[in-house]
């Protein structure tokens, strides 16, 4: 959600941190600032609302120079997002702390703190954690000593980055239940909360755990565990490139990445298949035994996640007979579910740092529902540390905040491991070795939707002065529907909902009219001939229908009706496939509204807050 930099070093290290904030600008955010400790010894801070460029602007009449300091891009939680309540947050200007995360506990020491004489200058909780550690220091501890008592007194999750100009050559981190990274250079070190801000500077970090604190100079990297003690975490060393993030040729990272899917698939199916059948061994150690004693899965995920756990539990209850139950993560933690004996609790996410989808996570493990296993984009990611097993979707980066390639390589790991339990149930072996061929296929059948490209930019012309928008799909088809509904909604502010095809006559039927579109996915299957009956009767009321159809299926265009045909594809993947032009159509509708693609109002990618 919220982005963290910081840096210590020898050279000026405020470009640094700029160009640290906007590689991390695809997170979301509506604020941004930085601190550094200047050559004089004091704090410069420079805030303000809005986007990077709005920073540089005030910076350009308020020039910072340091080689100690500390970046931030905050998403509103509490308080507006205005220049007093963005980060960096002040302590009588002796110490500056970013954090992202929330304290819970926030109100109960803002009171405390009044009490003592602290002055408050933001709404945000954030600022309870700087006075608390200007308070520490007071009383004679040194910095990391004051972060290290500060954080004991927290209640909720953080991230920090500490600075303090009576220690200018030190930055202090500390993180608990949300994501922090050390970069390791050559006389100068840095933090983030993605890799991805620290490209241009470095390929090696260290990821820290949950409760480590770390001290960090220019020349040294002193980190201590939940229990105070020295450890070492191990380096890494990234494979991504600072080119790997960038834009390339397109204008937007999401349609980028639109394109990047056959790729993706390929990438996530590469060394799982041999010889038509799926190696259990991508699953990591152990899956095998684990495997053998699953009797159900529980899918617990957010967002798109949750719409590919959907489409997922078609699959295993049809193809592997396996039942499967799928829940909101922000849902399922705050009931009392029954989950059935040895289950296999998925969780689903593509940054691996999804709050709720954690909290899920832990919560299913403290109440012993059964082992665990990870469906992740990033494999430093917490949710991959937290489950017994993992399939990494090999995505590569992901900077817009509409999920695309994540979604549909979360889809292909997701049938990898239907096939895995299912030949321990319902699946006979010809069956397998049938999905592995038509899972091979999908990079070349997702090429040719993209070249559908031009026409579903044609006919997304017919959205632009639409404010409203339904979608349709029955089986596998309706998760499909609902997450091109959330794509249309995330990236142009269309209102729009999906359904079950058959629910329209329960009420949904009631809203269609001329200014209400209606988008229909409709694969050869099963139901094709229940959908078009469905169908008729948006027609038979004057809707507007834009059907996304096999080229098989005679759907007939006319008046009313606009068809959009694909090449024919096996049900087992069609939800992957058809997903695709969807994606398409919600590109181009909000390149025609004009809005801000890559990083819609209000949103963040990832949501690392409940």
Known sequence: ????????????IVPVLLEGLRRLEYRGYDSAGIAVINDDGHIGRVRAPGKIKDLDAVLAKDPQKGHTGIGHTRWAT??????????????????????NGIIENHEALRREQTEGGYEFTSETDTEVIVHMIHQCMANGKNMLDAVREATTKLEGAYALGVVSNTEKDRLITARLGS???????????????????????TQKFIFLKDGDVADITKDKVTIYDVNGEVVERPITISQLTADSVGKGEYNHYMKKEIHEQ???????????????????????VGASEIFDEVKGVHII??????????????????????????????????????????????????????????AALQEAKKRGYGHSLAICNVPESSLVRESDLFLMTRAGPEIGVASTKAFTTQLAS???????????????????????????????????????????????KQFGDKNHALFLGRGTQYPV????????????????????????????????DANMPVIAVAPNNELLE??????????????????????????????????????????????IVYSVPLQLLSYHVAVLKGTDIDQPRNLAKSVTVE
Request: proline fraction near 5%; include cysteine; charge should be negative.
């Open 530 to 575: 229940k959908l078009k009956s469905n169908l008729q009767e948006v027609s038979a009321r004057g809707g507007q229908l834009l059907v996304f159809a096999d080229e098989s299926v005679h759907v007939e265009a006319e008046e009313g009706i606009e068809v959009v045909s694909l090449a024919s594809v096996d049900d087992s993947i069609a939800p």
């Open 179 to 201: 994501p922090l990274v050390i970069g390791i250079g050559i006389g100068e070190h840095f933090i983030a909360s993605d890799v991805a801000a620290l490209l241009p500077v």
């Open 262 to 284: 056959p790729n993706a698939i390929a990438e996530t199916l590469e060394g799982r298949i041999s010889k038509k059948r799926v190696l259990e061994g991508a699953f990591g």
């Open 78 to 99: 509490h308080g507006k997002p205005t220049t007093a309540n963005a980060h960096p947050h002040l302590s009588r200007q002796s110490v500056a702390v970013v954090h």
């Open 301 to 358: 995920a957010c967002g798109t996640s949750y719409h590919a756990g959907m489409i997922a539990r078609y699959w295993f209850e049809s193809l592997a007979g396996v039942p499967c139950s799928v829940e909101v993560a922000s849902e399922f933690r705050y009931r009392y579910p029954v989950v059935r004996n040895n289950s296999l609790i998925i969780s689903i996410s593509q940054s691996g740092e999804t709050a709720d989808t954690l």
């Open 414 to 460: 997701l049938m990898l491991l239907v096939i895995a339990l299912g030949r321990r149930h319902a699946m006979p072996a010809h069956v397998e070795e049938a999905l592995v061929s038509h899972l091979i296929s999908l990079p070349a059948k997702i090429e040719a939707v993209l070249a559908l490209d031009d026409k579903i930019k044609e006919v997304a």
């Open 481 to 512: 529907a609902m997450e091109g509904a959330l794509k249309l909604k995330e990236i142009s502010y269309i209102h729009a909902e999906a359904y079950p095809a058959g629910e329209l006559k329960h009420g949904p039927l009631a809203l269609v």
């Open 1 to 12: 959600m919220c982005g963290i930099v910081g840096a210590v070093a020898e050279r000026d």
